[in-house]
Each structure stands twice: as C-alpha cells, then as structure tokens.
C-alpha cells in the first residue's frame, strides 16, 4: 500500500464501517493469552494494561506467601497457604474476564460485572491498605505484634458494630 503526498496514516476509508468509540484506548489482548499470562502474578493483568492492578496483585500473592511461610502468623499458616492458592487461582480467572469485556466493548456490548455493581469506595480500600500496612511495619520492629492482632480481631468486629450503629442513630 503506498501513500500519496497528501494521504497520512490516520486517515480512513468514508466506506469503512465505523470503529466504536470506547471510553479508554485499551491494549488489545485476546481472552485465551490473559489468561494464560495470568497464571504468572501480574502479567495477565499488564497483558490487559491494568499496570497499577499488577503491582497490586503482585503485593497481595507476596504477601500472602509470606505469611504462610512466617513465624508470625503462629497457627494461621495454613489459612494463608489456602488464600494464596485461592488468589492465585483467581488472578487469571479475573484476566480472561476483564479481556473478555473489553473485546465485547469493541464491539458495543457493554457487560457490567457484579463487583462494578458494588461500590466499595476507594476510602476503605487506602484506609485498609494503610492499615496492614502499619500492621507489617510495626511487627518487623515490634515482635509478635501480629500474634497480638490475631489474638484482638474480634475487637475489629466490635468496632464495625459501634460505627453501623453510630451511623444509623445518627439524625
């Protein structure tokens, strides 16, 4: 295909049949190859251009392989092991979909997920990040603190408790 000098490449054919319009411009990667690359903690995730939820799924799979191979978690060893093969299981599961969508978006079928329905607000998903995130810290200076923690969590019960009934008392 050779170009004149006044044709450019983004130019197109008035006989083409229009491409959808979609809200971002997306990496294009076929459902079959995410969820392949996903069974590697984070690719299939970065194969979809999703990069922040990459280092997120890699931070979480990390983490929870290193709890299941502390000292630290005392006895919850095995409850670790079992949800970092279940996240496991779950990061190319959630690749193929979220490939899946956007190849149905190029073609105009809009499919909403059941976690898009929920609106867990980005508030509670930095608080709890921060909230770990402290709570690792303060045990690699503080030993045994996560022994403690596990120990108090039905104080976090309460608290959730406290602040629902605050909130529906409250005028």
Sequence with gaps: MSLGANESLTERD???????????????????????????????????????????QVLIFGSLCALANGQEASG?????????????????????????????????IAVVSPFERTHFSELWVGGLS????????????????MRFVFRGWPLALIAIGIYNLVRYFRP
């Design 14 to 56: 008035p006989s083409a049949p229009a491409i959808p319009k979609s809200e971002k411009a997306y990496p294009f990667c076929s459902p079959g190859v995410s969820l392949v690359l996903g069974l590697i903690p984070g690719v299939g995730s970065i194969c979809n251009g999703d990069y922040s939820k990459a280092f997120l």
């Design 76 to 108: 919850l060893g095995p409850l670790f092991v079992i949800l970092s093969i279940a996240f496991y299981l779950y990061m190319p599961l959630e690749a193929y979909h979220t490939a899946k969508k956007r190849v149905l978006a190029l073609r105009g």
């Design 130 to 145: 921060i909230a770990f995130g402290i709570l690792f810290l303060v045990n690699q200076f503080v030993p045994g603190t």
